[in-house]
């Protein structure tokens, strides 16, 4: 079992950056993809990043590329989310989740969560 607890959404301007936080309950290194999805009211989920437990590799979505930045810190267990550039599309409950086993594509990995935090929403004023 892996808890995972996101925290670091809030309320920003368009234009603006924040990092949210995806803390683990335990390692999960060499076993786990984690990564972020988010959802805004009336929507489906979209997937918007995701990263293998080693950093090695990182993977986004279409509408985030060259704006939001991955990263993970193995000795805290914990993955970032570093959003610069921030549109009011942004808005939504963005969610941390883990699937086992390697990133095959963000389909599979919307389809085939494991594990996945409460939540932390996200909203960008234009």
């Known amino acids: 079992q892996v808890r995972l607890v996101e925290s670091g959404g809030g309320l920003v301007q368009a234009g603006g950056s924040l990092r949210l936080s995806c803390e683990a309950s335990?390692?999960?290194?060499?076993?786990?993809?984690v990564g972020w999805i988010r959802q805004a009211p009336g929507l489906e989920r979209e997937f918007v990043a995701a990263?293998?437990?080693?950093?090695?590799?990182?993977y986004y979505g279409d509408s985030v590329k060259g704006r939001f930045t991955i990263s993970s810190d193995n000795a805290e267990n914990t993955v970032y989310l570093q959003m610069n550039s921030l549109k009011p599309e942004d808005t939504a409950n963005y969610f941390c989740?883990?699937?086992?086993?390697?990133?095959?594509?963000?389909?599979?990995?919307?389809?085939?969560?494991?594990?996945w935090g409460k939540g932390t929403l996200v909203t960008v004023s234009s």
């Open positions: 990263i293998n437990w080693d950093g090695r590799h990182k």
């Open positions: 989740a883990a699937r086992a086993g390697p990133f095959q594509n963000s389909g599979v990995f919307l389809r085939g969560m494991d594990y």
């Open positions: 335990r390692h999960t290194h060499g076993s786990y993809t």
